[in-house]
């Protein structure tokens, strides 16, 4: 098993920046796909960006350009990066991996975090 624990949600204005992290625990190896799915108020969930094993990044296309994805594999930690933060990204963000590909397909995931609330006001 793999246990996911994120952090570094909270309430922005417009514009703003956030850092997320997740920290991974238990049982990593192998470990293929990284990503951050996201889930509005009254939306379905949506992968946001994704991180493969081979360093292989992938961003939805409202995200591209403002959110950036990394990973430190020392720390086991999974970073979200979100600058120029709109209302449009209001929302719990979950961190999940899995150990075969997933990329942006939130139901491909396997472990999933707990989540960390991001509010962004105008």
């Known amino acids: 098993e793999v246990q996911l624990v994120e952090s570094g949600g909270g309430s922005v204005q417009e514009g703003g920046s956030l850092r997320l992290s997740c920290v991974a625990s238990?049982?990593?190896?192998?470990?293929?796909?990284m990503g951050w799915v996201r889930q509005g108020p009254g939306k379905e969930r949506e992968g946001v960006a994704s991180i493969d094993n081979d360093g292989t990044t992938r961003y939805v296309a409202s995200v591209e350009g403002r959110f950036t994805i990394s990973k430190d594999n020392a720390k086991n930690t999974l970073y979200l990066q979100m600058n120029s933060l709109n209302v449009e990204d209001t929302a719990m963000y979950y961190c999940a991996v899995d150990r075969t590909y997933a990329g942006p397909d939130p139901a491909l995931y396997a472990y999933w975090g707990q989540g960390t609330q991001v509010t962004v006001s105008s």
């Open positions: 238990g049982h990593t190896a192998n470990i293929w796909s």
